[in-house]
């Protein structure tokens, strides 16, 4: 089974701290992706990784950064949290696209700006 | 606008009925997935779909690729509470996209 693990299920942070969310993939999948999910607005796309050290935005990339040092870790950064970005992030991973393109998320980080 | 537009965006039904959730779009996709989201936890990959006409059953379950690979149908027998959830159908345009396009999603209850 595909495991794709994230660092925190829950997190509470106040306006402008730096906020790292980490995700971790165990099925040697070259691709990942981080999203926000909120209501009424579905998923939404802020960064992928289809490399160790790529990077491509996504949607909606701003008041984001990404960090691919290794192939099974991909971390999401908030340079600075503002309200706006409380919302459910979700971590996905997928195999080098094919016919298919399946991809794995992670239970999701639930993230609270004060 | 969305990619894929999902109907209806919200259904509630009895244990034992019948549902059918619908994900259209303009676009032809080279295959389509559909995934179910318990409240709290991340969307569970349920099937991929890619020959058009395509009909896979995961017990209940019944998930359809319309014939132009444009639309496609999931359709739940003798729905049970375990059911509930947000079922959500992606796509990929091309096969060598990286991104998928998601639906917005059709929140499901089932009742006891």
């Known amino acids: 089974d595909v495991k794709v693990t994230q660092s925190s299920r829950y997190l509470v942070k106040r306006t402008g701290e730096k906020v790292f969310l980490e995700c971790v993939q165990d099925m040697d999948h070259e691709n990942m992706f981080w999203y926000r999910q909120d209501p009424g607005l579905g998923l939404r796309l802020i960064y992928f990784?289809?490399?160790?050290?790529?990077?491509e935005k996504g949607d909606i990339p701003e008041g984001y950064s990404v960090s691919r040092e290794k192939k099974e870790r991909f971390s999401l950064i908030l340079e600075s949290a503002s309200t706006n970005q409380t919302s459910m992030y979700l971590c996905?991973?997928?195999?080098?696209?094919?016919?298919?393109?399946?991809?794995?998320f992670g239970p999701g980080t639930r993230l609270t700006v004060t | 606008t969305q990619l894929l537009e999902q109907s209806p965006q919200f259904l509630s039904i009895q244990e034992g009925e019948n549902l059918t959730v619908y994900c259209n779009s303009s676009s032809v996709f080279s295959s389509l997935q559909w995934y179910r989201q318990e409240p709290g936890e991340g969307p569970v990959l349920l099937v991929t779909?890619?020959?058009?006409?395509e009909v896979k059953k995961l017990k209940r379950l019944t998930f359809q690729f319309g014939d132009a690979r444009k639309d496609s149908s999931l359709h739940i027998t003798a729905a049970q509470t375990g059911d509930t959830g947000l079922y959500l159908c992606?796509?990929?345009?091309?096969?060598?996209?990286?991104?998928?396009?998601f639906g917005a999603g059709t929140t499901v209850t089932v009742r006891a």
């Open positions: 992606a796509g990929g345009i091309r096969s060598n996209d990286y991104k998928l396009s």
């Open positions: 779909v890619v020959t058009g006409g």
């Open positions: 990784s289809y490399d160790v050290k790529m990077k």
């Open positions: 996905a991973s997928s195999l080098h696209p094919g016919s298919v393109n399946e991809q794995y």
